[in-house]
């Protein structure tokens, strides 16, 4: 038997009251769950984590998240506790800031997953999504061992989940407008719901209507009793639309006449099909993060495998359009090329081109719709990321997650550098629009801090002379006025 690595005592423990040792879990089975809260797999393993939370919960059985983080924006402790927020961990996290555990363990992969039985001995490795039957498994016969032996600990540790957000908006993900009648729509990410938002004056937003009643779930029908579950990219069509219910894997039509909401693809479960060509609602689907529209097609951004997903509302067939499903940067006709985990779409129709942010790549890049081809502006590959203006050759973003372009240029929330980019398509260059500037000490006096920073922005949208961002972890949306040049918050009215 291979003895666990302790933890290290100069890491820094969230979302618990207090450090943890191996000593003060001795008689537990403890599953280390190594994960980075950028990756949409080690989002999709939550759902086992918490499959296996309920179902030892009266058992001296613990999962500890070892955050081991891929960007740099990762590392900082108030983005990861927004992230354990907002996927709902409950749970304690150790900040592996350094990866100090991950080379003590020898791994290479998120998410990759340590047992370790009642005596401290590391019995069991696995890494991926798929893993739940395996973990169950190795879990119950680690903790029959350990009632077997006598070595079982006979009360469960208490430990309190302590991180929690509580607003109007929670974690607001994405935009959509209906330009005729000046409504905002938001996606009200963590209270699972869709608000309609009439613009006023003075950056002031009177909230019409909900849809959804809040409640974590997939159901069909009226607006108060329809069930969402994290809903994420929209987009607005003759009274219709359209949602990405990212936590379904599924599309939603929202029939704002009749104000009830059908499902138009998916299953409701997630799906790992990479080749598919057949009815819409007969495939599952995989954490649709995006969508965009032209003519009779629905264009989908399937994060969880990489790959941009094409729907025809005319007869309801979907099918994999672009992304061979490898994780990459790699430019070549449709489905030949490489995508990593797209979470923003925006489609032009003047150069019939679909941009959009290919986030695990930190790239801006788009499909030629009528070649059939994808090609990159900016992005060099999975690990190579930053802050940096200037050519598009030479630019660096961080995991950005929305785009919308607008003629000749391209906004962008930069989400991890906590910014919104402009992309210009005549010189081919990039610029900062709203930057964050470095964390710190306020001092009177200091203009950085009159406006409160963006804090991992989701999404923007231009209308009517204004910039509209998701500004997702300060559970706000955000305006910027071109013409008056500055920031300011949209004030909600109920």
Not at 10 to 18: A, D, F, P
Not at 186 to 210: C, M, P, Q, Y
Not at 291 to 297: I, K, N, Q
Request: hydrophobic share 40%; aromatic share 10%.
């Amino acid at each position: 038997m291979v003895k666990a690595f302790d933890f290290p005592a100069n890491l820094t423990w969230l979302n618990t009251q207090e450090p943890l040792t191996l000593e003060m879990l001795k008689g537990h089975v403890v599953l280390l769950d190594f994960w980075t809260y950028c990756c949409i797999n080690c989002i999709h393993v939550l759902n086992d984590l918490k499959y296996l939370e309920e179902k030892y919960k009266d058992q001296p059985f613990i999962v500890i998240g070892i955050h081991s983080p891929k960007f740099k924006n990762e590392r900082d402790l108030d983005n990861i506790k927004s992230a354990i927020a907002r996927y709902e961990i409950y749970h304690p996290v150790l900040a592996d800031t350094y990866m100090v555990l991950w080379r003590e363990y020898g791994i290479n992969v998120w998410p990759s997953f340590i047992l370790i039985d009642v005596e401290g001995n590391v019995i069991g490795t696995t890494s991926g999504e798929g893993q739940r039957t395996i973990l169950d498994t190795a879990i119950k016969q680690s903790l029959d061992e350990g009632k077997r032996t006598g070595k079982i600990a006979k009360e469960k540790i208490s430990i309190v989940s302590d991180i929690s957000y509580d607003s109007i908006l929670k974690f607001p993900g994405k935009l959509a407008i209906d330009s005729t009648n000046d409504i905002l729509f938001v996606s009200d990410s963590n209270h699972n719901r869709i608000l309609a938002i009439k613009l006023e004056e003075k950056d002031i937003g009177k909230i019409l209507f909900t849809i959804g009643n809040g409640k974590d779930g997939f159901k069909d029908g009226n607006f108060e009793e329809v069930n969402f579950n994290k809903p994420q990219g929209m987009i607005f069509h003759e009274n219709t639309l359209f949602i990405a219910d990212t936590g379904n894997h599924a599309i939603r039509l929202i029939d704002l006449a009749k104000k009830s909401v059908k499902t138009i693809a998916g299953t409701g479960k997630q799906g790992f099909k990479r080749n598919y060509d057949g009815a819409a609602l007969s495939v599952s689907l995989s954490s649709p993060w995006d969508l965009a529209l032209h003519e009779h097609y629905l264009y989908i951004a399937m994060a969880g495998i990489h790959q941009i997903w094409r729907m025809n509302l005319k007869d309801n067939t979907i099918q994999n359009y672009a992304g061979s499903g490898k994780e990459d940067i790699i430019d070549a006709k449709l489905k030949d090329a490489a995508l990593a985990q797209p979470s923003g779409l925006s489609y032009d129709p003047s150069k019939n081109r679909l941009y959009f942010a290919d986030s695990e790549v930190s790239a801006l890049r788009y499909i030629d719709i009528g070649k059939g081809l994808v090609k990159s502006l900016i992005g060099k590959g999975l690990f190579v990321f930053g802050l940096k203006n200037g050519e598009f050759d030479n630019a660096l973003l961080q995991h950005p997650l929305g785009v919308d372009v607008e003629g000749d240029t391209i906004y962008i929330a930069d989400t991890y550098n906590h910014a919104i980019r402009i992309a210009n398509l005549k010189t081919n260059e990039i610029g900062n629009l709203i930057y964050r500037p470095k964390k710190g000490v306020c001092k009177i006096g200091d203009e950085n801090c009159d406006v409160l920073p963006l804090f991992e922005p989701n999404d923007v949208l231009s209308y009517n002379g204004k910039l509209y961002i998701a500004d997702t972890n300060n559970h706000l949306i955000r305006v910027f006025d071109f013409n008056k040049k500055n920031l300011s918050d949209l004030y909600l009215l109920s």
